[in-house]
């Protein structure tokens, strides 16, 4: 028999890999802290729980992804958290965290009788809706091969990389080569409008040589839609600060990227790597996040 599932984290990219478990061939049971992101997987077919520890009791697997370690040490340790469901006993963590809380975090879930596998992706909510997110993984691989198949429903790339923390610092190494390319589409489009280039055909054009770039593609993409949210929002408000043109509707927004450039900071110093390009990416963000309010 197929395990049934259980997704805790239902925002902008949680909902769309959730929303692909039932069509994966999969019972599903949801929850979220504000109960109306759970209408529309309820109404395509999923049960939603009164509370984390409610789910976990109708569950074998846990999926999370949320925003932050305390959002995750409350849905599992809290009062009614998914240590107290009784049932479930893998807990498969989407979420994007720091590696090093990540390893005791996961001695603690299994001091507490259950598993754990941190699993953050790359891809985007698109990524997400389409299932072709990658997904690198932390833990067990007899675990791994147990959630491996849940995975595949979001994911068309799941790779062990290690113990636990390993898929988290893989998804920073991920983080850190986004944050380059982020910086430098702002810097490209900036001197090439300015000169007159017509940026929008620039992924064309460069496609099949050393600069090819898939983010570049997807920013475009995204551009030519009119679609401003996630990876291209946030590329818009740093061109915005290079040009001397920041968006005041964005102060205070940055946090996702500023949390993850932590997190890479903080990396860094724990094992002695310099970090220039993310203390850049960095500042860059903190223009946006904290200008003064004209």
């Known amino acids: 028999m197929k395990p049934v599932v259980g997704y805790v984290g239902l925002g902008d990219i949680g909902a769309p890999m959730a929303g692909r478990i039932i069509p994966g061939g999969f019972d599903l049971v949801v929850w979220n802290r504000t109960a109306s992101k759970m209408a529309a997987l309820a109404e395509a077919g999923a049960k939603a729980a009164a509370s984390p520890a409610d789910l976990a009791a109708q569950c074998d697997i846990v999926c999370l992804c949320l925003d932050s370690f305390e959002a995750n040490e409350q849905v599992i340790f ?6 107290h469901g009784g049932r479930a006993k893998l807990i ?3 979420s994007t965290l720091h590696p090093q809380k990540v390893r005791d975090f996961a001695a603690r879930v299994e001091a507490a009788g259950l598993r754990y596998l941190d699993a953050p992706v790359s891809g985007g909510s698109h990524g997400a809706r389409m299932g072709t997110l990658a997904i690198m993984v932390g833990g067990d691989a007899a675990d791994l091969e147990i959630a491996r198949p849940v ?7 799941v790779t ?12 920073i190494c991920n983080q850190i080569l986004l944050f380059g390319v982020m910086l430098a589409i702002a810097e490209v489009h900036t001197m090439g409008e300015r000169f007159g280039v017509q940026v929008d055909s620039l992924p064309e054009a ?8 898939a983010v570049f593609k997807e920013f ?11 990876m291209t929002w946030h590329i818009n ?9 920041i968006d005041p509707a964005a102060r205070g927004k940055i946090t996702v990227a500023l949390k993850d450039a932590g997190i890479a900071q903080d990396l860094g110093r724990i094992v002695g790597a310099p970090m220039p390009l993310t203390a850049l990416f960095e500042t860059m963000c903190s223009i946006v996040h904290n200008q003064k309010a004209s």
């Open 78 to 83: 809290g009062d009614n958290g998914i240590v």
């Open 151 to 157: 995975l595949m429903t979001y994911g068309n790339r």
């Open 206 to 213: 460069l496609a099949g040589g050393f600069a090819d770039s």
């Open 160 to 171: 062990h990389m290690g113990g636990h923390g390993a898929g988290m610092a893989t998804k």
């Open 237 to 245: 408000r740093i061109m915005g600060a290079y040009q001397g043109d």
């Open 92 to 94: 498969v963590d989407n």
């Open 220 to 230: 475009t993409r995204a551009r030519r839609a009119g679609e401003d949210t996630n």
